[in-house]
């Protein structure tokens, strides 16, 4: 696997469930990121980790919990959502969180929740 | 408050036209610029940047323009290619990237 990957690509979860999103980067980078991205709006910048430290929560709700094990693994857990969640989530890396280098994207996960 | 614009949701181009996007922003603090493109069912995939202290970046068909004064970006594709149909996203930097809302461009065969 090269780049960044998400599993799974797509998820339907009613209101009462537990699932996580994972996301994995194979470039070696020192940042990770997730984002949201809802219908007709810019992506929504939720959380930051740089050397596994979480830098920046954008005032997102407790239903989202983050875990960074590593540098090269992210996981967003996810609990008791509402449909308003429903989203393309997209992880991405960046050598580090400051730099100018670009951030690189995975495929993200289709959430839909019921 | 949308600190990174993007006022077309769509444009459609001819074939080896000029494409041209449009980014407007109000944060001066911003000191790189980024565009990103945007196919169905992938991730953004970074195509080309400026620092603010330039005004123009060049990457083959690629040329990105910076008019500080303005405070206004774009992105011009020539010749467009069929394959160049995507959501082209810019993106704005000062400590973290903050995104416009993207525009589809279709090249019209």
């Known amino acids: 696997e090269t780049g960044v990957t998400q599993t799974p690509r797509h998820l339907v979860m009613g209101m009462t469930n537990k699932k996580s999103l994972k996301c994995e980067q194979h470039l070696g980078h020192n940042a990770m990121y997730w984002y949201k991205q809802s219908a007709k709006k810019p992506l929504e910048l939720m959380f930051v980790y740089n050397f596994k430290e979480q830098t920046e929560n954008n005032s997102v709700p407790s239903r989202f919990s983050p875990e960074c094990p590593n540098s090269s693994h992210l996981f967003l857990h996810l609990h008791t959502l509402q449909p308003e969640d429903s989203a393309l989530y997209l992880c991405?890396?960046?050598?580090?969180?400051?730099?100018?280098?670009?951030?690189?994207f995975g495929p993200g996960t289709r959430l839909t929740v019921l | 408050d949308q600190q990174v614009k993007q006022n077309s949701p769509s444009l459609s181009v001819q074939e080896g036209r000029i494409s041209i996007l449009n980014c407007d922003y109000t944060n001066s603090m911003f000191d790189y610029f980024l565009w990103y493109k945007k196919y169905p069912a992938e991730g953004p995939t970074f195509l080309i940047s400026?620092?603010?202290?330039?005004d123009k970046n060049e990457d083959g068909r690629f040329t990105v323009f910076l008019n500080k004064s303005a405070k206004h970006l774009s992105l011009h594709i020539v010749p467009s290619q069929p394959g160049d149909s995507a959501v082209y996203f810019c993106a704005a930097k000062n400590e973290k990237l903050t995104f416009g809302t993207g525009t589809r461009l279709t090249i019209i065969p």
């Open positions: 991405a890396s960046s050598q580090d969180r400051l730099g100018a280098g670009e951030q690189f």
């Open positions: 400026i620092s603010s202290i330039k």
